[in-house]
């Protein structure tokens, strides 16, 4: 059995909820927008999470027939990973799923209505100045957008439109913006930014939290979803 398409499921990532031990092998993800620990294989959304089909080559008929949309594209690979904040559109079940973390550290889908199946969350992990002088805005998805005005920082959120690829708004990672905890003890909770504290070294940056307890977590985890509100929808998340 191919290594390059196969995985052994004690071998899978923590994120994944499958089964470890009713097989030996399941459906390994294939190098892409996401890295395989933070990530699920379209095949195993298909067939294990959503139950559209019983085995893998079911799966891959449905993918390679054309009918899974993933961020405004047709994805015919069941390897293909699938990350956080990801939009998985089915047109002909008319069914439209967003990618999260749950409090248990989990990669969720979340039913949402097409109107927001239409855009999608990204984080800007960096940027760099290219030709022209334009700014390039790099994402945590492996995305890139160029824009006139050098007017975000690393950490910002942008929401994007995938019809014509234009920023709806802008969530700034500072004091005051509602954010997901993407890692650490308090992953898939909604907390308030309070304050973000510079560590003068190689370190990260601490972020100061206020949700349901106070608390601190590393400025990588901060992942910013609205500001007066989150513009998403969480599983089994409380707001204070």
Request: positive net charge.
């Amino acid at each position: 059995m191919s290594s390059s398409h196969h995985l052994k499921r004690l071998n899978a990532p923590r994120t994944l909820r499958i089964h470890r031990k009713e097989n030996t092998w399941t459906i390994r993800g294939s190098p892409g927008p996401h890295p395989l620990s933070k990530s699920i294989p379209l095949g195993i959304i298909i067939r294990d999470y959503l139950g559209l089909c019983d085995n893998r080559r079911e799966a891959k008929r449905i993918c390679a027939n054309g009918e899974v949309i993933v961020d405004g594209a047709i994805r015919k690979s069941v390897n293909f990973p699938v990350g956080l904040m990801d939009v998985i559109t089915f047109p002909a079940l008319k069914k439209h799923y967003r990618m999260v973390y749950d409090q248990r550290g989990k990669l969720t889908l979340v039913s949402v209505s097409k109107e927001d199946a239409s855009w999608k969350l990204r984080r800007i992990e960096n940027k760099t100045i290219v030709r022209g002088k334009k700014t390039q805005l790099n994402f945590h998805d492996g995305h890139n957008m160029l824009v006139e005005k050098d007017e975000y920082n690393t950490g910002d959120v942008l929401k994007i439109k995938f019809e014509d690829v234009s920023i709806m708004d802008t969530f700034p990672r500072k004091k005051g913006t509602i954010s997901l905890i993407t890692g650490g003890s308090h992953v898939g909770e909604l907390a308030t930014i309070e304050d973000i504290e510079i560590i003068a070294s190689s370190s990260n940056n601490l972020a100061k939290m206020k949700g349901v307890n106070p608390f601190t977590t590393i400025e990588p985890y901060v992942f910013p979803v609205g500001k007066n509100k989150p513009v998403i929808t969480i599983p089994e998340v409380k707001v204070a």
